[in-house]
């Protein structure tokens, strides 16, 4: 049965997985859900014995259900290669008790390269499977890493132009010179006066803004988007958790089936929304843990059940998480 995706705000219209890609956000504003969350039709012990590219793949079928064995193989062969700088990808190490995961292996040092390497791939895939003719124009909100990592990713790449904005003073000033001297024919890189949050409020305004969309399709142009809102970022993060999991099983550091909890450092609330797909496609997690900075928005939400964003934003030294207001949730 095939995976179909739908509005948070409207349940009736459903999607393919490549048209959601395409469109990033939902027409309402909402974002794209899977119909329902696919088990793992592969056992975890047939699951411990892959490479990274082949358990991308087996995460990715259940999700992007309407793209060929053919293509999510070209896609996931194409990202996750010699731009990583160890075969392994995404390795495990210990210190002080955890394991940690590092994903900041890719070309920009940021754990955004994991989805933002196969994204491009996935936009042009799906570009051709629903014979879109429009130039694809990637508008992204960033608090620091995911506009290098889409910068790099979508870069000269035929058919797309990516525009990113980011808080002119609200990123670390490696991260603003990785952006800025980004080198490529279909980049622009723009800084606002505010912070994470107003930049994300204003590309949504223009992801909903019907007479615009409107003139740039009369011009040859499309919206979508690279940020985590876009399953096309959202599904690849599944993978590392899965991997993780069965790189701790195959070590022996633990036994398979036995639950693991997940600590995910939060902002956006996509990368450990991810966890929380695996979870339910069957990996044995027992607790995600939301780790925050002193803008504990999420912290706060979870503890008393109100969201409330009404508060003073503070600058950290953790920009990539200096959010009030987290899209993903």
Known sequence: ?????????NASEKYTASKAILQGLAPDGGLFVPSFIPKFDKTLDELMNLNYQDTAYEV?????SDFTEEELRYCINHAYDDKFDTDVIAPLCYADGAYYLELFHGKTIAFKDMALSILPYLMTTAAKKNNLKEKIIILTATSGDTGKAALAGFADVEGTGIVVFFPKDGVSAVQKKQMVTQKGKNV?????????????TGVKKMFGDEALKAELKDKGYVFSSANSINIGRLVPQIAYYVYAYTNLARSGKIAN?????VV???????????AYYAKNMGLPIKKLICASNDNKV????????????????????????????????
């Open 60 to 64: 990715m079928k259940l999700l992007l």
């Open 1 to 9: 049965m095939d995976v179909m995706y739908s509005s948070t705000r």
């Open 264 to 274: 995910v450092p939060t902002g956006n609330f996509g990368n450990i929304l991810a």
């Open 188 to 200: 622009k890189v723009i800084g606002i006066h505010g912070n994470f949050d107003d930049a994300q």
């Open 298 to 329: 999420l912290f706060d939400f979870f503890k008393t059940g109100t969201y409330d964003k009404n508060r003073e934003f503070i600058l950290t030294s953790s920009p990539s998480m200096d959010i009030l207001i987290s899209s993903n949730l």
């Open 257 to 261: 089936g036995e639950e693991i909890n």
